[in-house]
């Protein structure tokens, strides 16, 4: 049996990183600890209202802040680190979303680039029910209102990349970054694989929700308070950023273009399925061909997200993936509620 | 109240087609007809078992063949073409899958052009129990099996592209083709925009089921009987192929690379949305961008297919689609049953 | 000795073509003939002044027309088409250029699909100075000219594609077509693979100049009098467009993404440059890497195109290509001058 | 007149770096100084023979490791750093190749990733005769030999990037790095954003020579002795790398799919274009696109990379670029040979 702690940490400003990697740790924790981490937005809490432009009130790069790193002890490289999503609540009544300048999939961008104007910048504010779990969209040129359902997510999740590298928060790849799926929700096991000692773990960026792929490039963002139960898993190595819920396994492909991201987490994918059952590769990949679902993260940051997902139950008799650390975790937490 | 007729079509072998355009039509249909047609599978029913090789056993381009085309009376330029899938029977108590060399999302191709020799060509054969709704994956090195839902779907489905081109059946494109999506069953009705006269509808390729990018470039391939419900929509165009459902409406992009795939769809999404509810552009940017699924079609032909997908719920007082044409033929539809 | 002959072909303009396929011969050419062809501008003409804006005076799908096809005796699917470019002389003594709403590489598309407006319309009109070798580019907006090179190009030519396909004059694929590379220069041979019974070879499209990669999507665009020296080359097939000069040989990549064409273009050369030396695969690979160009075509049109070209003077003691066929339509070509 | 000082630096094998940014520096230059430089091969010197396959004596991430970095005095972000190569020997008597598993433009890789096994790895063993500029290549698997020209180049070459980041030497972004154009010769001037307080450059990768695209992954690799002089340009800020000949100004994009680096470069070209010459934007967007060439550095690293350049006798009546300071930093090491 683990002996749990429970570490609590809200970050002063000054705290607040804005890069996976080159950060010394704001606070040690156990494998088997509880985290509860309170997170600011992508925009620092600063757009607040519709004359809050983000290109005016932000500034670069100190945009997307993570809360971290902390430093997992006994994580060393070559391990796996286990994160389980206990609980994301979001921290306000309120969300924001908006375009920004030559960023977002249905624009030209700083890479995709073209002689255009940018789009209008243009702020939404929503309000947010966390007892009716409803996230209100208004629209800003009409009377038009909509409830949405709240599903709450964390966008950015990672740990410190290796080869000494440092790189900001607004970029996903195998250390994690800003995933920004909508898997990353509660009751979602994550695994990254450990590149430097103590893992260094960080998160921020969470949505009340978002589309798939996050066309305008962002979401409905929001401060949180975010629940994690974190384990080490010795020995096993993790290539590209997995999840598991109690229904599915996913894999993560982080690149661009959107099919290498695609091919990268389904060749994941089928290596995955491979181990667990006993399954030849190709086997492996016939069955994931007819039974895979692939959902998309994003289409807009530096580097686009696709999963590849396969449900338990379309798999023959499989193991447990990482020795039922999900199951383990997935306890504990409910143990918390 | 339209007066209706069932045409029966089930064509010789030298009959099916292999473009969408350059062919003459086999039949006429008038808008408000229910059309029932038996398709063959991808390979023409050649690839029987597991020493069946496709890349043997079929010769270019002879591959994906479409029953049709059915000349739609009173179809001009400009106007749209709704086909409402009723029902999508499978033909035979069995399935097949393979890989193909040099085809395929991880592997490979003739294009993402590499010197590495193909992968193994091999053939998986699945059995098809209709009523107890299963397929049946057989591993080919192993002795595993899994059961998988049986959610038959049409591959192929167009109409004869504009500017005189004649375009294989395998490509998918704004007059439909080969849109691989597990969207296109029974119940969905798909809009197509109307490029010659009498539209030329064609369809095959059905799929006992597929997962989302159709990995390993092949679904469970079967023949069926497809039965459809089509309406002439008169004087309005339509420029992408969409789908609509009872609970959502879609836009599908077909493109290379996969990210214009998403582009066009989400673009399209973001002016049907305008239009159905009077948001103006940049709200139904956002609406999309944080209501909007986006399920991936194909990542393996010759344009890659990606869906916008909004559901109905989410939408403000939207006005009825194309004048309410999927509640009408759904109805029909339900009434052959 | 072969016996030449000299056709002359100027079409009406009702005879343009607009694909390649689908289209019946205008005129019956041998293996060892000289063709001397007119051919109009990608706007047909149309585009004399500023005013004449090309989404205005021209209607889709009659853009980018051709000259042709011609029925090429003795020509057969698995043949090659050698196709040297004797001379292309501009016709008039100007040519036009413009930017086109969502065409080009410096703009979103219907592909690259944004929300943003398009770039606006303008029409540049170039004097030609034949004798001087001059093009004049004279800006809009201020009073800069600048005298440029005159590198007269044949943009479009091809023969059918198979696979009962017709397809648009504006793509470029395995069956040539709008490849827009400045390669296709007077003194090159063009080899394309023969798809069906006569090839059925066509052109058009001629550039007074054009930048790599045609980023505006506009050359400087002229009616050309192009002279060809043709010859088939029996029992050998080719897969992809190649061309060969006094110096190099090169081979053509038509893909998106970019990527790919490169990809294509360089399998195609190491598999060429084996063929050619003897070398084996991985030191063919090995000698293009470090000896080889990648001249860009266009990143404009349906598909993009980059080239493999390689010095012959870098290869060792290659055999001739296609059994000295250019330099044999050379001879013949200097010998009409 | 500037009062220049010669830096002369040869790093001891535990000095090498592996990233821009996350470094302290070396040395401090100023604005003026001749800065020679020893760079390793991008093997670190551990591939010598065909045995030393670099998967095997190469252990990540110490792979491609730079010289420095300097610390420039004087440069301030918004600054930007001029420097000039004037001269790139070799400084060993033979260079190496290879392949490299899952690495390379003509295979599978980890982005591309595909089920096929890798290319085999093997290593060519270049002779290099610095008298006679000469590259010899050798076949493994025959007798053939060609000599090729010695075209010595810089691969890697770049400033700390902005934003707290440090990134691998594999890369190439907005802050130079692994460029892997064969435009970064002798005579070729570089300019670079400043990022942080004195700028920290630094360089290595040398290659004899290399084709377009460096299709196998990998030059003609060796160890150099570069000699550079430096200048900073202060209060003008440069987004993208540029390059500037006594003949042509070049931009270069970064990014993938190869279209984006395309785009980017030609982006920042037309702004360059119209900032030296008065034209109007679309005015110089149509005279790039006439004018222009393209060449592509590199399909295979992290990102791609494409440049824009344009001959300068092709621009109406250019200002000097950066104030003329290639041919002050030209005639400066002109001075030195």
Chains 1, 2, 3, 4 share one sequence.
Not at 112 to 127: M, S
């Amino acid at each position: 049996m683990m002996t749990m702690e429970k570490i609590v940490y809200r970050p002063a400003r000054d705290e607040l990183a804005y890069t996976f990697g080159g950060r010394m740790p704001v606070a040690h924790v156990r494998s088997g600890d509880i985290l509860e981490v309170f997170t600011e937005d992508c925009f620092g809490g600063l757009v607040r209202g519709p004359a809050d432009f983000p290109s005016q009130v932000c500034r670069m790069p100190y945009l997307n802040p993570v809360s971290g790193p902390f430093f997992v002890e006994d994580a060393e490289p070559g391990d796996t680190l286990a994160i389980h999503l206990a609980s994301i609540v979001p921290a306000r009544d309120w969300g924001v979303s908006s375009t920004f300048p030559h960023f977002g999939a249905l624009t030209s961008t700083s890479h995709t680039a073209t002689l255009q104007p940018p789009l209008e910048e243009r702020v939404w504010v929503y309000d947010i029910d966390r007892q009716a779990g409803i996230v209100r969209f208004q629209a800003t040129e009409t009377d038009h209102t909509v409830d949405l359902p709240l599903e709450a997510m964390i966008g950015t999740i990672g740990v410190a990349p290796g080869g000494m590298q440092a790189r900001p928060t607004i970029v996903p790849d195998t250390h994690g970054g800003n995933l920004d799926t909508p898997q990353l929700r509660a009751g979602t096991t994550l695994y990254l694989g450990v590149n430097v000692h103590g893992a260094m773990l960080a998160l921020g960026d969470g949505h009340a929700r978002q589309g798939e792929g996050e066309a305008c490039g962002v979401g409905v963002e929001i401060a949180t308070t975010t629940t994690l139960a974190i384990e080490v898993i010795k020995g096993e190595p993790t290539g590209w950023p997995r999840l598991e819920t109690d229904n599915s396994i996913m894999s993560i492909g982080c690149a661009r273009p959107l099919e290498d991201a695609y091919r990268i987490a389904h060749h994941d994918m089928v290596g995955w399925v491979g181990a667990l059952t006993g399954l030849e590769t190709l086997d492996a990949y016939q069955l994931v061909s007819q039974a895979g679902r692939a959902p998309i993260g994003n289409v807009c940051d530096p580097n686009y997200t696709v999963l590849a997902a396969v449900d338990k139950a379309l798999l023959p008799a499989p193991a447990s993936a990482y020795a039922g650390v999900h199951d383990r975790l997935r306890q504990l937490a409910v143990g918390l509620g």
